[in-house]
C-alpha cells in the first residue's frame, strides 16, 4: 500500500512523529510523495540533522530574518551605518513573501543551524505563526540518538497541541537485541517503562541501585511500551497511529503481527490504527 495512503494523509493534517527506528526516513518520504500537490512544511520541535538537498526544494531558518530588539536610536544602526529597523521590516516582508508564495514543494523550516550540521526546531509559538501558510505539516517530535529504543523523560517527546496524527515508530529488528545503553537512548526511563523485573541488578560508581537488567528486548517488552502512560503515546494529539518500521523478512513480519495481537488483547484504547512495513522498502500494510 502506499505510504500516503496507508496513513491517510489529507489536506490540513499536521502530523507528528514519535519514537525510535525511522523517524526522519518516514518523515521525507511522506513529504517527497506529497510534494508535487501539495505545499509541504517539514520541521521538528526537537533537533535534526541537516538532510541532502534532495530531500526538500527550499530550506529556511527563522534566525536568518529576525534582528535583536532594537532599544534606542543610537541601537538602529548597524556596522555599516544602515538603519537596522528598515533591515528588520524588510526581512519580515521577505518571509512573508517566501511563505505566502503558494509554489507546492517540500519546504524545511527550522530556528537555525547548530554547529553546521543539526537543525534547531521550531517553539509551538514560531508554529502557529507558519503553519497557516501550509497545506500539509510534518513534524519530528522526539529525539532517539539514533538508537533503535528509548525512554521518555518528563519533557519528551514534544507534540504540537494542534497535532491531527501522531505515529509513534518502532523498530522490530530490536526484538532481540541486548537491553544496554548502546541500543537503548534513555536506559533508565526505558526500564521503568517496561516493567522490568529481572534480579540482575545495575549499581552505579557509589553502589547504589540503578535499575534492573534484564538479557533482551522481547514482544512483551515492546507492547509495555507503547502501552504505557509514559511510553510511546505519550501526550499525543490527534488520531494515534503505531507503525512497526523494518519489516523486511518473515520473523519480522511474525514478530510484527505478535506484537499488535498482544496490544489488541490488552485493549488498545491508546492506539487508533496498526500498520507495519518498511520505508525503505517502501512497503506499508494497514491492520484492520
Given at each position: 500500500?502506499?505510504?500516503i ?5 489529507k489536506n490540513?493534517?499536521i ?28 520541521t521538528?520541535?526537537?533537533?535534526i ?10 530550506m ?22 544602515e ?9 519580515k516582508?521577505?518571509?512573508d513573501y ?6 507546492r514543494g ?16 521550531l ?5 502557529d ?9 510534518i513534524i519530528e ?20 497541541p494542534?497535532?491531527?496524527k501522531?505515529i ?5 529488528t530490536?526484538?532481540?537485541l541486548?537491553?544496554?545503553e548502546d541500543?537503548i ?13 529481572s ?17 533482551k528486548?522481547n514482544?512483551?517488552?515492546?507492547k ?11 501526550v ?18 511474525k ?7 498482544s496490544?489488541?488483547d490488552?485493549?488498545?484504547f ?7 512495513g ?11
Amino acid at each position: 500500500m502506499n505510504l500516503i495512503h496507508a496513513f491517510e494523509i489529507k489536506n490540513k493534517d499536521i502530523i507528528t512523529i514519535v519514537g525510535a527506528g525511522g523517524k526522519t526516513s518516514l518523515m521525507f518520504s511522506a513529504s517527497s510523495l506529497l510534494r508535487r500537490d501539495f505545499k509541504v512544511l517539514v520541521t521538528t520541535t526537537t533537533h535534526i540533522y541537516v538532510p541532502d538537498d534532495k530531500l526538500y526544494d527550499e530550506m529556511i531558518m527563522l534566525s536568518d530574518f529576525e534582528n535583536n530588539k532594537i532599544s534606542n536610536k543610537d541601537e538602529n544602526l548597524n556596522e555599516n551605518n544602515e538603519d537596522k529597523s528598515f533591515n528588520e521590516k524588510y526581512n519580515k516582508e521577505k518571509l512573508d513573501y517566501i511563505f505566502r508564495d503558494n509554489k507546492r514543494g517540500i519546504y524545511l523550516v527550522g530556528n537555525n543551524i547548530i554547529n553546521n550540521c543539526k537543525i534547531k526546531g521550531l517553539t509551538f509559538e514560531q508554529l502557529d505563526k507558519v503553519i497557516p501558510y501550509f497545506d500539509i505539516v510534518i513534524i519530528e517530535g522526539d529525539g532517539s540518538k539514533e538508537k533503535c529504543l528509548k525512554g521518555w523523560n518528563d519533557s519528551e517527546p514534544v507534540i504540537y497541541p494542534k497535532t491531527t496524527k501522531t505515529i509513534g515508530v518502532v523498530d522490530i529488528t530490536s526484538v532481540g537485541l541486548d537491553i544496554n545503553e548502546d541500543n537503548i537512548h534513555r536506559l533508565d526511563r526505558f526500564l521503568e517503562i517496561i516493567k522490568n523485573d529481572s534480579h540482575n541488578k545495575v549499581y552505579d560508581s557509589a553502589e547504589n541501585f540503578k535499575y534492573s537488567l534484564c538479557d533482551k528486548v522481547n514482544i512483551n517488552h515492546l507492547k509495555n511500551m507503547i502501552l504505557n502512560k509514559n511510553g510511546l503515546f505519550k501526550v499525543s494529539r490527534g488520531e494515534r497511529i503505531l507503525f512497526i518500521n523494518k519489516v523486511e523478512n518473515i520473523n519480522n513480519k511474525k514478530n510484527s503481527l505478535k506484537l499488535i495481537e498482544s496490544i489488541k488483547d490488552k485493549g488498545s484504547f491508546n492506539v487508533d490504527s496498526f500498520i507495519y512495513g518498511s520505508v525503505r522498502e517502501k512497503e506499508f500494510i494497514k491492520v484492520e
